[in-house]
């Protein structure tokens, strides 16, 4: 009887059988599906539906084909994910609005900047535009490498030999595991001026590279009002935002009167969802200045806002508008991509753009050598035709009278066998006169181009001259007229200054009517109201049976309360809009969609600028910006993923040098903040690793003021050195006396 095969079947612990699978998932998802990378500025999806589209012939002068082709293609045998996964990315790809320079020319309805879908994939075509082309120029002339298919029946590129700069010009965004990108699209006559300049002195200074790169240019346009020492630092360090706000106008009307037209709203923002905004806040009569809003856009957006009274001034009106609607708002800069298409690493805008400089010297440099492997190919052919001409007769002599003439001639004129084939192949017309001069001159031009590339490929100068020549040349096709001209305003020093005078102007009108002290207060079962003055907190405050206090926080009206819930979502309530002291309050949930089974975590007031570590009772966490995650919007904001049977349960100030962890095991770690990663948004890193356990409470100190627990006591950095040490570790039992509370003050 055949023995039966046996399962391969190891034991190994489930902890470690866990994390491995988890960082090769990990991994998979950095590298082949969220991350761009730095040589060409695509993502595999995008990448395999651009080369798919080559192969099926969609280029800029061909015909359409239908997407449901393009993306059949795509999935059966480069992309094995969701149709309509790929689908989305074509459209994106096709959509003005949403890159700075497509790739993919539509036909059909492809969306539009209100938010609407596009059409389903049958109804719709699509064909390459020029500039794909150029990111393809060279892909059959060995200028990349190929790998094979998920299935191993083809071959696709690696990377795309990208003749210009598509990181940079068209931007990207993704969120991988544990980590982000967000790239603004930025002007492609910028960027090759920039690249120009890098070409020619390697060493030049990054103030040289601002003078040229002045910040994004949004497809949709908009003006960037952010100082511009911001928007250096954000290009120097790889990570920023950019404040960007709609560009409007005043438009004279019949007798005096006078409207507000908005012909450019910021980018990624949704028309449709912006004016409901601005229906609602008049509706709710949270813009007394503003009587209606109209939406009066064709192809061009022409948004129109009517004033109360013609004697409102229109500068205090939009910057009440800047503040309350998404007419403003912040584009994220991270600009963290994949190094060579490996490592993922933030760039500078330096190193991004030197990253696509090396890529084109690779480019450059592969072609010449395949060039030069054909050249050699087509002069040996030559050389064997230019021998028959000298040698008419005697070839044709060894060709009649040989039974086998091939050796005869390759001993006689010392050819190789190729040589000899060519030779035995030619026709009888091509010994007429007239086709020797050809030949002829076909070998000189060869040969002299062969010498060039020679040069070419022993000169880093000659390399350099090229290399500014193919740059030059994408930024006269593209980087001028229409799609080249810079669509986003750049504002100057002086008229950020006059902003933000007019911003401090409205804050003092709005100041006049609402600013004033404020004592909010919210119950344990989510009861929130407001009194009036900074009151200390004090027994005579009243709550419904069985409630008590949970948060006692002193504000102004003009402030804006941030919550932070236990589904990891944030919400920015308007304090002015908070119900007043009269009464016992109103439910929270009346002014936020917060699940019933979440709760509230922390509460406090918006102090732009700050840092905020967050962390969930698994144990993991990150630091955010706060500015990030103000969401003035009902549904809050997304900022930590918090996956089932796991709760965030920390949100504290990050201001200090060290963290400190403690376990509901009353286990304490402490370990350098730096340690901490900052994101957007994600589910972080382990802060302390737990077997039986749950995260209990985390905080940020400063190392040389001590540590605070929650019954006041301060214990110092020499009590806690056996506490020290590396993030993710499990940590001691805390120090005799800790809070049994086993909370932090």
């Known amino acids: 009887m055949d023995d039966v095969q046996q399962d391969d079947i190891r034991p190994e612990p489930l902890s470690r059988a866990l994390s491995e699978r988890y960082l090769a998932y990990a991994l998979s998802t950095i590298t082949s599906r969220a991350l761009p990378d730095a040589r060409d500025g695509l993502k595999p999806v995008h990448r395999r539906l651009l080369y798919a589209m080559r192969e099926l012939g969609l280029n800029p002068a061909a015909g359409f084909k239908k997407c449901a082709r393009v993306v059949g293609d795509v999935i059966g045998k480069y992309h094995p994910h969701g149709d309509q996964a790929v689908y989305d990315a074509l459209v994106r790809l096709a959509q003005d609005f949403a890159v700075r320079y497509p790739l ?187 009587d209606d809003v109209r939406d009066e856009s064709t192809e061009d957006i022409r948004i129109v806002l009517v004033p109360k009274t013609r004697t409102i001034d229109p500068d205090i009106l939009m910057e009440q508008l800047f503040r309350e609607t998404e007419l403003e708002s912040r584009v994220p800069l991270n600009l963290n991509v994949l190094d060579r298409g490996l490592v993922p690493r933030v760039m500078s805008l330096r190193e991004a753009l030197q990253a696509f400089i090396d890529h084109r010297r690779e480019v450059l440099g592969r072609r010449s050598r395949h060039r030069l492997a054909k050249i050699a190919d087509r002069l040996e052919v030559l050389d064997a035709y230019l021998i028959v001409y000298l040698n008419i007769d005697k070839v044709i002599r060894i060709i009649r009278t040989e039974d086998e003439p091939r050796p005869k001639l390759m001993k006689a004129f010392k050819l190789s066998e190729r040589q000899a084939e060519a030779i035995l192949n030619m026709r009888l017309r091509a010994l007429r006169r007239l086709e020797e001069t050809e030949i002829r001159r076909e070998h000189d031009a060869l040969t002299k181009e062969q010498k060039e590339l020679n040069r070419l490929l022993r000169s880093e100068k000659l390399q350099s001259e090229k290399l500014i020549d193919e740059i030059k040349s994408i930024d006269g096709q593209f980087g001028e007229g229409t799609i080249g001209k810079r669509r986003t305003v750049i504002t100057g020093q002086k008229e950020l200054e006059q ?100 709760d509230i975590v922390a509460a406090f007031v918006h102090s732009p600028g700050r840092k905020i570590l967050v962390a969930a009772t698994s144990g993991h966490g990150f630091v955010t910006d706060e500015d990030t995650a103000v969401a003035m919007t009902r549904s809050g904001k997304k900022v930590m993923n918090v996956p089932p049977e796991v709760e965030a349960a920390v949100c504290r100030v990050a201001a200090g040098d060290m963290v400190a962890v403690v376990g509901a095991n009353r286990k304490l770690l402490i370990f350098p903040l730096s340690e901490v990663p900052e994101l957007a948004r994600g589910r972080g890193v382990i802060l302390q690793r737990y077997r039986d356990a749950k995260l209990s409470d985390a905080c940020v100190f400063n190392c040389k003021d001590g540590l605070r627990d929650d019954n006041g006591r301060v214990f110092s950095a020499a009590e806690l050195k056996d506490y020290f040490g590396e993030r993710s570790h499990a940590g001691r039992v805390v120090p005799r006396g800790f809070a049994k509370s086993n909370k932090f003050g």
Not at 247 to 269: F, H, L, S
Not at 272 to 279: G, Q
Not at 557 to 581: I, N, Q, V, Y
Request: charged share 30%; hydrophobic share 40%.
């Open 499 to 598: 902003i933000l005078a007019k911003a401090d102007e409205a804050a003092e009108v709005i100041a006049a009517v609402q600013r004033e002290p404020i004592t909010v207060v919210c119950s344990d079962k989510l009861w929130i109201r407001t009194l009036k003055g900074h009151q200390e907190e004090n027994d005579s405050i009243k709550y419904r049976e069985g409630d008590r206090r949970r948060f006692w926080l002193h504000a102004e009206t003009t402030d804006g309360l941030m919550l932070f819930a236990t589904d990891g979502r944030f919400f920015t309530l308007d304090c002015s809009k908070l119900p007043g002291g009269r009464g016992l309050g109103e439910p929270i949930r009346d002014f936020i969609d917060l699940p019933p089974e979440a």
């Open 104 to 290: 993919v020319e539509g036909q059909g309805n492809f969306g539009n900047v209100d938010g609407d879908n596009p059409a389903a994939m049958r109804y719709t075509e699509s064909r390459l535009t020029a500039l794909a082309g150029a990111l393809l120029d060279g892909i059959e002339e060995d200028a990349v490498d190929f790998r094979a298919t998920y299935d191993g029946e083809d071959r696709e590129p690696v990377v795309l030999p990208a003749a210009f700069p598509n990181l940079l010009a068209n931007g990207a965004t993704g969120i991988a595991v544990g980590m982000a990108t967000s790239i603004p699209p930025h002007n492609l006559g910028e960027l090759c001026q920039a690249l120009t300049a890098l070409i020619e002195n390697p060493k030049v200074q990054d103030r040289t590279i601002f003078k040229f790169v002045k910040g994004p240019d949004f497809p949709t346009g908009g003006a960037i009002v952010d100082d511009p020492a911001a928007i250096r630092a954000a290009y120097s360090t790889g990570r920023g935002s950019f404040r960007v706000r709609a560009r409007w106008r005043r438009e004279e009307g019949a007798r005096g009167a006078w409207n507000i037209v908005v012909d450019e709203i910021p980018y990624q923002v949704q028309k449709s969802k912006l004016i409901e905004r601005i229906a609602e806040l008049i509706e709710q009569k949270k813009m007394p200045a503003l």
